[in-house]
Protein backbone atom coordinates (compact mmCIF):
# COMPACT_ATOMS: atom_id res chain seq x y z
CA UNK A 1 0.00 0.00 0.00
CA UNK A 2 2.96 2.43 1.02
CA UNK A 3 4.39 1.56 -2.57
CA UNK A 4 1.61 2.31 -4.28
CA UNK A 5 0.66 5.52 -2.82
CA UNK A 6 4.27 7.17 -2.58
CA UNK A 7 4.35 5.84 -6.79
CA UNK A 8 1.04 7.47 -7.31
CA UNK A 9 1.94 10.48 -5.60
CA UNK A 10 5.18 11.07 -7.55
CA UNK A 11 3.82 10.35 -10.74
CA UNK A 12 1.36 13.11 -9.82
CA UNK A 13 3.47 15.35 -8.50
CA UNK A 14 6.65 14.64 -10.88
CA UNK A 15 5.42 13.38 -14.01
CA UNK A 16 1.96 15.67 -13.88
CA UNK A 17 2.24 18.97 -12.47
CA UNK A 18 5.70 19.65 -12.31
CA UNK A 19 6.11 19.69 -16.21
CA UNK A 20 2.78 20.90 -16.69
CA UNK A 21 3.89 24.09 -14.80
CA UNK A 22 7.09 24.65 -16.19
CA UNK A 23 4.96 24.30 -19.63
CA UNK A 24 2.37 26.67 -18.43
CA UNK A 25 5.40 29.47 -16.61
CA UNK A 26 7.52 28.70 -20.61
CA UNK A 27 4.12 29.77 -22.65
CA UNK A 28 3.40 32.64 -20.24
CA UNK A 29 7.73 33.85 -20.54
CA UNK A 30 7.53 33.88 -23.88
CA UNK A 31 4.35 32.92 -26.24
CA UNK A 32 1.17 35.07 -24.26
CA UNK A 33 0.97 38.71 -25.26
CA UNK A 34 -2.26 39.34 -24.34
CA UNK A 35 -4.86 38.44 -22.00
CA UNK A 36 -6.57 35.86 -24.10
CA UNK A 37 -3.30 33.95 -24.54
CA UNK A 38 -2.89 33.97 -20.92
CA UNK A 39 -6.23 32.32 -20.39
CA UNK A 40 -5.76 29.77 -23.00
CA UNK A 41 -2.57 29.01 -21.73
CA UNK A 42 -3.90 28.17 -18.52
CA UNK A 43 -6.81 26.19 -19.40
CA UNK A 44 -4.82 23.98 -21.44
CA UNK A 45 -2.70 23.29 -18.80
CA UNK A 46 -5.47 22.71 -16.16
CA UNK A 47 -6.87 20.67 -18.64
CA UNK A 48 -3.72 18.37 -18.80
CA UNK A 49 -3.39 18.17 -15.52
CA UNK A 50 -6.87 17.16 -14.80
CA UNK A 51 -6.55 14.50 -17.52
CA UNK A 52 -2.83 13.24 -16.89
CA UNK A 53 -4.20 13.18 -12.61
CA UNK A 54 -7.46 10.92 -13.16
CA UNK A 55 -9.36 13.69 -12.42
CA UNK A 56 -11.22 13.48 -15.86
CA UNK A 57 -12.92 9.60 -15.86
CA UNK A 58 -15.46 9.30 -13.07
CA UNK A 59 -14.83 5.12 -12.77
CA UNK A 60 -11.04 5.56 -12.41
CA UNK A 61 -11.20 8.40 -9.94
CA UNK A 62 -13.68 5.98 -8.18
CA UNK A 63 -11.31 3.28 -8.78
CA UNK A 64 -8.52 5.59 -7.06
CA UNK A 65 -10.49 6.80 -4.12
CA UNK A 66 -11.61 3.33 -3.31
CA UNK A 67 -7.73 2.42 -3.11
CA UNK A 68 -6.78 5.54 -0.72
CA UNK A 69 -9.98 4.39 1.54
CA UNK A 70 -8.46 0.76 1.96
CA UNK A 71 -4.81 2.89 3.18
CA UNK A 72 -7.07 4.98 5.63
CA UNK A 73 -8.21 2.06 6.75
CA UNK A 74 -5.12 0.44 7.04
CA UNK A 75 -3.46 3.12 8.90
CA UNK A 76 -6.33 3.16 10.65
CA UNK A 77 -5.76 -0.31 11.90
CA UNK A 78 -2.18 -0.02 12.73
CA UNK A 79 -2.57 2.74 14.48
CA UNK A 80 -5.55 1.30 16.67
CA UNK A 81 -3.11 -1.64 17.07
CA UNK A 82 -0.35 0.88 17.97
CA UNK A 83 -2.57 2.39 20.72
CA UNK A 84 -3.00 -1.06 22.22
CA UNK A 85 0.03 -1.99 22.51
CA UNK A 86 1.50 1.11 24.22
CA UNK A 87 -1.26 0.48 26.75
CA UNK A 88 -0.46 -3.04 27.03
CA UNK A 89 3.75 -1.67 27.54
CA UNK A 90 1.92 0.81 30.58
CA UNK A 91 0.06 -1.75 32.09
CA UNK A 92 3.00 -4.07 32.24
CA UNK A 93 5.50 -1.57 33.10
CA UNK A 94 2.54 -0.40 36.05
CA UNK A 95 1.83 -3.84 37.80
CA UNK A 96 5.84 -5.08 37.27
CA UNK A 97 7.73 -4.66 40.33
CA UNK A 98 11.25 -2.31 39.63
CA UNK A 99 13.15 -4.41 41.48
CA UNK A 100 11.80 -8.35 41.10
CA UNK A 101 12.08 -8.15 36.87
CA UNK A 102 14.93 -6.78 35.24
CA UNK A 103 14.51 -5.00 31.82
CA UNK A 104 15.12 -7.57 29.59
CA UNK A 105 12.78 -9.42 31.01
CA UNK A 106 10.14 -7.05 30.86
CA UNK A 107 11.23 -6.75 27.13
CA UNK A 108 11.06 -10.18 26.73
CA UNK A 109 7.56 -10.30 28.35
CA UNK A 110 6.01 -7.37 26.02
CA UNK A 111 7.44 -8.71 22.70
CA UNK A 112 5.90 -12.23 23.55
CA UNK A 113 2.67 -10.00 24.70
CA UNK A 114 2.51 -8.14 21.57
CA UNK A 115 3.82 -11.13 19.17
CA UNK A 116 0.45 -13.07 20.76
CA UNK A 117 -1.54 -10.43 19.64
CA UNK A 118 -0.11 -9.56 16.16
CA UNK A 119 -0.09 -13.86 15.67
CA UNK A 120 -4.11 -13.92 16.72
CA UNK A 121 -6.55 -15.43 14.35
CA UNK A 122 -8.63 -12.04 14.42
CA UNK A 123 -5.30 -10.10 13.42
CA UNK A 124 -4.68 -12.07 10.93
CA UNK A 125 -7.86 -12.95 9.15
CA UNK A 126 -8.50 -8.89 9.08
CA UNK A 127 -4.93 -7.98 7.50
CA UNK A 128 -5.62 -10.53 5.30
CA UNK A 129 -9.53 -9.34 4.13
CA UNK A 130 -7.67 -5.94 4.02
CA UNK A 131 -5.23 -7.21 1.92
CA UNK A 132 -7.64 -9.12 -0.66
CA UNK A 133 -10.22 -6.18 -0.75
CA UNK A 134 -7.01 -3.80 -2.27
CA UNK A 135 -5.40 -6.49 -4.16
CA UNK A 136 -8.45 -6.51 -5.71
CA UNK A 137 -9.54 -2.75 -6.16
CA UNK A 138 -5.52 -2.92 -7.39
CA UNK A 139 -6.41 -4.89 -10.10
CA UNK A 140 -9.52 -2.80 -11.52
CA UNK A 141 -7.80 0.03 -10.96
CA UNK A 142 -4.69 -1.48 -13.47
CA UNK A 143 -7.26 -2.72 -15.49
CA UNK A 144 -9.02 0.70 -16.07
CA UNK A 145 -5.46 2.43 -16.28
CA UNK A 146 -4.98 0.34 -19.48
CA UNK A 147 -8.58 0.09 -20.77
CA UNK A 148 -10.04 2.00 -23.97
CA UNK A 149 -11.49 4.38 -22.47
CA UNK A 150 -7.98 5.53 -21.51
CA UNK A 151 -6.67 8.45 -23.34
CA UNK A 152 -4.02 9.42 -21.49
CA UNK A 153 -0.50 7.82 -21.87
CA UNK A 154 -0.27 6.33 -18.51
CA UNK A 155 2.35 3.53 -18.94
CA UNK A 156 4.98 4.86 -16.34
CA UNK A 157 2.51 4.92 -13.99
CA UNK A 158 1.25 1.73 -14.71
CA UNK A 159 5.32 0.89 -14.76
CA UNK A 160 5.60 2.52 -11.53
CA UNK A 161 3.49 0.47 -9.82
CA UNK A 162 3.80 -2.97 -10.72
CA UNK A 163 7.83 -1.85 -11.55
CA UNK A 164 8.96 -5.70 -10.98
CA UNK A 165 5.78 -7.62 -12.51
CA UNK A 166 5.16 -8.77 -9.09
CA UNK A 167 0.91 -7.69 -9.23
CA UNK A 168 1.07 -8.96 -13.05
CA UNK A 169 2.02 -12.09 -11.94
CA UNK A 170 -0.30 -12.57 -8.73
CA UNK A 171 -3.16 -11.17 -10.50
CA UNK A 172 -2.27 -13.74 -13.67
CA UNK A 173 -2.10 -16.63 -11.28
CA UNK A 174 -5.30 -15.92 -9.80
CA UNK A 175 -7.48 -15.21 -13.08
CA UNK A 176 -7.01 -17.18 -15.90
CA UNK A 177 -6.61 -13.59 -18.14
CA UNK A 178 -4.66 -10.84 -17.31
CA UNK A 179 -6.35 -7.74 -18.36
CA UNK A 180 -3.03 -6.21 -19.80
CA UNK A 181 0.41 -6.71 -20.20
CA UNK A 182 2.49 -3.60 -18.53
CA UNK A 183 5.32 -3.96 -21.15
CA UNK A 184 8.69 -3.37 -20.29
CA UNK A 185 10.62 -1.25 -17.77
CA UNK A 186 11.65 1.05 -21.08
CA UNK A 187 8.31 2.03 -21.91
CA UNK A 188 8.24 -0.36 -25.28
Not at 12 to 30: D, F, G, I, S
Not at 80 to 92: E, L, S
Request: charged share 25%; net charge positive.
Amino acid sequence: MLSFLQNVLYYMMVEVLEPNWVKLEEALRHQCTTVDEVLKAHMECLDNTIRQCLLSSQSTLKLLFKLLRMCTIFSNQVKQQVIKFTQIRDRMELHSDAGSIGKREKQARLAERIAAELNGQAATEGLMELGQEFDGHLRNFLHELHGPKSKVNLLSLKNRIDYNGYYQDQFSHTSSRFPFHLGSKMGS
